[in-house]
């Protein structure tokens, strides 16, 4: 008789047992998948919330006094070569959204009314072509200017006003009045890196980089700080920069991926070995519980194989049911919630097939073998000893 | 030397088990042989050995002492497979427990032995007296017809030996001279059949008696 219409029968009759088989691996899929993309929604999110403190890296001109530089609340005159953001770039620099400055102290004037301001031309920040991120800074428009809220009310612009701010003899459109920063940003006006080389007289030149680092992989494979690892590439470029590293910005960063991530590695050791061990239980009850029967398909000429075939053909079906029911559920419920619980970018979250595959398939797989284990007891009982023994 | 027309030959064979450090012997020096159309019962008190003397001419219990060959082959030197393959083909098992398996109606508890199809299990369900329950589970059955069923089982592969241990214990007068008479049939049909049994009741069916407790033939010599 076929063994895959006596396993059907068999969970025909013994549909709570199945059951409970399904819904074990149905809910440890399913809390699996769900964490898997809520984490991912979780580090997108703490990505754009550390992303949005600012940048962790500044590159400045090699020349720059360090001391003087703080001294001066993060400020020099002195520049350097633009194209050194395109050697980043060709070079692969453990760095993303690189944002090219380039400022002055200038005076501001609107109407009546002018005050010394620090005029900061920057472009929108630039990813790293293999690491594609929505832009951190995205650019000004030529022509426009946004003003910091001290500086604004320096020259009594207001927040919904349409005035100009002339700086250097040009006039620029201000696009908006940034809200209170509690940093120098406050007194500064913002516009384009171009229209600042140019009122500036100073082609393709920068004051700095401003740039996140990616070091956290490297420094994972080559047990390296992030300041060597970036130190050594930006020696291998120029001679003519220097870096500063926001020491706890990107630490606070490092460290808030890694315990997120470190936390669901863990959660998903605990689920996966939870599984195993139920699933192994529940398949060795159920042969436990059909020792006569097993005793007497041995008993009518069933060989081994067959009966293990039983027992594998039992554990395929509700492992196959049991993880794509939990798989979509999980991810579908996860979906749902992470509009509610990831304010800036629960609405990118998508189902992640790969991961849904994955979790399916290892979940299968395990379920199988744990069914494997109590198919070869069975398979290899002497008949004379199940006969009438069922537990 | 063994009768070459036998199909079964048991030589001395014996069996122990530990019990508690205990040894303890449950038959010992057990010799016969049976050929087809034979029919043998073995009578012996509860926990003589008679189940495990079955088993072992089944091949499925591995004796501690002696051989059991069945058509010529030393059952328990051959490989577990083989040895499967011949219980599928040639033996035909009739369980004191009734083993059914729950979850399959009569014909298809009749199917699992090898080779048999629909219509050879419920002709043999009818034969017995269960034409009009083919389609019943063994949950809805009485003991008696359980009893049938599993005897349906036990022959319709239509098997060399048939080894039924106490098939009409707890049975009725009425179910248990059915069993005997389509036993006793089997063999006059060319089939070979070993009961156990403690019922007197045997006498009139069997060619031979072997009282496995004293080791000698009560009704016919079968060596």
């Known amino acids: 008789m076929n063994p895959f219409f006596l396993a059907l029968r068999e969970l025909q009759y013994r549909w709570k047992s199945g059951l409970v088989f399904v819904l074990v691996v149905a809910s440890v899929t399913g809390a699996l998948a769900y964490f898997s993309v809520n984490d991912t929604s979780f580090q997108k999110e703490i990505g754009r919330n550390v992303r949005d403190l600012g940048s962790n890296v500044v590159i400045l001109p090699a020349k720059v006094d360090q001391y003087s530089y703080h001294l001066e609340g993060g400020y020099s005159d002195i520049t350097m070569a ?136 490297q420094c994972e494979a080559s047990g390296l700080q992030s300041a060597v690892i970036l130190n050594n590439e930006i020696a291998k470029i120029t001679d003519e920069a220097s870096f500063l590293r926001k020491e706890e910005m990107a630490q606070a960063r490092l ?80 979906i749902e919630q992470a509009n509610s619980l990831f304010v800036m970018t629960g609405q990118k979250s998508s189902l992640d097939w790969t991961v849904a595959m994955t979790i399916g398939a290892v979940a299968f797989l395990l379920a199988v073998l744990g069914g494997c284990v109590p198919a070869m007891w069975a398979a290899g009982e002497n008949p004379a000893d199940l006969i009438g023994r069922d537990s | 030397m063994s009768n070459p027309a036998s199909l079964l030959v048991v030589n001395d064979l014996g069996h122990m088990f530990s019990n508690r450090g205990r040894e303890v012997r449950v038959f ?84 699992i032995a090898t080779g048999v199809s629909s219509v050879v299990a419920n002709q043999w369900l009818d034969r017995l007296g269960l034409g009009a329950r083919c389609q019943s589970y063994p949950s809805e059955l009485s003991h008696g017809q359980r009893q049938r069923v599993a005897l349906a089982r036990a022959i319709a592969h239509r098997p060399a030996l048939v080894i039924a241990d106490e098939p009409t214990g707890n049975l009725d007068n009425q179910n248990s001279e059915l069993v005997f008479s389509v036993l006793k049939e089997y063999a006059q049909d060319g089939g070979a059949v070993l009961m156990a049994t403690h019922e007197a009741q045997t006498a009139p069916f069997a060619d031979c008696i072997i009282d496995i407790e004293n080791l000698e033939l009560l009704k016919a010599k079968a060596r």
């Open chain 1, 82 to 217: 633009e194209n050194l953001v395109s050697q980043l770039i060709e070079h692969r620099a453990s760095l993303n959204h690189l944002i090219p400055m380039l400022e002055r102290r200038a005076m501001c004037s609107t109407g009546d009314r002018q005050s010394l301001g620090r005029v900061v031309g920057l472009s929108a920040s630039i990813a790293m072509p293999d690491r594609p991120k929505a832009p951190m800074q995205r650019s000004i428009p030529s022509g426009e200017l946004q003003l910091g809220s001290a500086l604004a009310r320096e020259l009594g612009v207001d927040r919904d006003a349409k005035a100009k701010v002339t700086i250097a003899g040009e006039v620029f459109k201000v696009q908006r009045v940034n809200r209170d920063s509690g940093t120098w940003q406050d007194s500064a006006a913002f516009i384009d890196l171009q229209s600042a080389q140019k009122i500036f007289e100073l082609p393709e030149q920068i004051s700095r980089i401003e740039a996140i680092e990616c070091t956290s992989e």
């Open chain 1, 255 to 334: 460290s808030v991926r890694s315990v997120s991530r470190d936390n669901f590695l863990m959660l998903q050791n605990v689920l996966w070995v939870f599984l195993g061990f139920t699933v192994l239980g529940l398949a060795l009850l159920n042969s436990l519980s059909r020792k006569s029967e097993i005793g007497i398909l041995q008993a009518v000429g069933y060989g081994r194989y067959r009966i293990a075939g039983l027992f594998l053909v039992r554990s395929l079906l509700l492992s196959g049911v049991g993880a794509a029911t939990g798989v979509t559920v999980g991810m579908l419920v996860s």
């Open chain 2, 28 to 111: 010992e020096k057990c010799s016969f042989e049976l050929a087809p159309t034979q029919f043998v019962a073995v009578q012996g008190a509860s926990g003589s050995g008679k189940t495990t003397l079955l088993l072992a001419c089944g091949g499925m219990l591995a004796p501690s002492f002696g051989e059991v060959h069945f058509q010529g082959n030393n059952l328990f030197n051959l490989p577990h497979s083989q040895r499967t393959k011949i219980r599928a083909v040639s033996i035909g098992y009739l369980f004191q427990t009734l083993e059914l398996v729950p979850y399959l109606n009569l014909t298809s508890n009749v199917k």
